[in-house]
Nanobody, 121 residues
Framework: QVQLVQSGGGLVQTGGSLRLSCAAS????????MGWYRQAPGKQRELVAL???????NYADSVKGRFTISRDNARNTEYLQMNSLKPDDTAVYYC???????????????WGQGTQVTVSS
């Protein structure tokens, strides 16, 4: 079994900061890419940030320069530092990991449970 457990999030004023964490646990051989997505009410889930096993990152244009994704491979954990938050950042944030459970297993995507981020104006 593999689980992704998220923490962080909550309510913050415009311009504030929050940090999200996502820890993967269970039988894991290797985690490839790790990412953060978000879904606002009435909208589709969208990619916020992605980090590869080699540390390369990719961000949505709307968060570039404000959000930073990072990972701790020893702890199988990823983070999303969110600064200069805006009301448009309000959404449920989900982490995901593409990982292999054994050296010969296929890659599979796992999702966290989601956490609400609300930015008040």
């Amino acid at each position: 079994q593999v689980q992704l457990v998220q923490s962080g999030g909550g309510l913050v004023q415009t311009g504030g900061s929050l940090r999200l964490s996502c820890a993967a646990s269970g039988s894991i051989f290797m985690i490839n890419s790790m990412g953060w997505y978000r879904q606002a009410p009435g909208k589709q889930r969208e990619l916020v940030a992605l980090i590869t096993s080699g540390g390369s990152t990719n961000y949505a244009d709307s968060v570039k320069g404000r959000f930073t994704i990072s990972r701790d491979n020893a702890r199988n954990t990823e983070y999303l530092q969110m600064n200069s938050l805006k009301p448009d950042d309000t959404a449920v944030y989900y982490c995901n990991s593409v990982l292999q459970r054994t050296p010969t297993a296929a890659k599979f995507t796992y999702w966290g449970q989601g956490t609400q981020v609300t930015v008040s104006s």
